[in-house]
């Protein structure tokens, strides 16, 4: 009888056997489910813009008020509000800071892989990264 793989794990139950989560599959499944997040929040915040102001559609003047500098949320005090008041574009909004956000979990998620596999060099990479992804948010805060 042959060791069990990485893939596979012998269940307790004869005949079953169940499948072990490598890393791989969790970075994926991170990487998956925020783009799918991103994708659904960014959708229902159209569809939710587009239902609460039908005159997009048809007025050009109504469309560039919406997309124009000054009508965007520029903190996240305010896109939090835009979400409390069920506005599209704060979802909107939020769909793309979950995307934004999906890269640097996986960044977080692979420093605290390799931390439990003990590899001391990725974790100081993944560290730096981190840091460095992390710094580039505080400094890139427009106000």
Not at 121 to 129: A, D, Q
Request: proline share 4%; no cysteine.
């Amino acid at each position: 009888m042959s060791e069990p793989s990485a893939v596979e794990v012998k269940s307790t139950q004869p005949g079953l056997a169940r499948e072990a989560v490598g890393p791989e599959v969790l970075i994926s499944q991170l990487l998956r489910l925020g783009v799918l997040l991103s994708l659904s929040l960014v959708s229902a915040g159209m569809v939710l813009t587009f239902f609460h102001h039908p005159d997009y559609f048809s007025s050009t003047q109504a469309l560039q008020r919406l997309t124009a500098p000054e009508h965007t949320l520029h903190s996240l005090d305010g896109v939090l509000a835009g979400v409390e008041a069920i506005r599209g574009q704060a979802l909107v909004m939020v769909g793309l800071l979950v995307l934004m956000a999906t890269p640097v979990l996986r960044v977080a998620l692979s420093l605290l892989l390799f931390s439990r596999q003990r590899d001391r060099i990725f974790v100081g990479v993944t560290s730096v990264v981190l840091g460095l992804l992390l710094l580039s948010f505080l400094l890139g805060k427009v106000e």
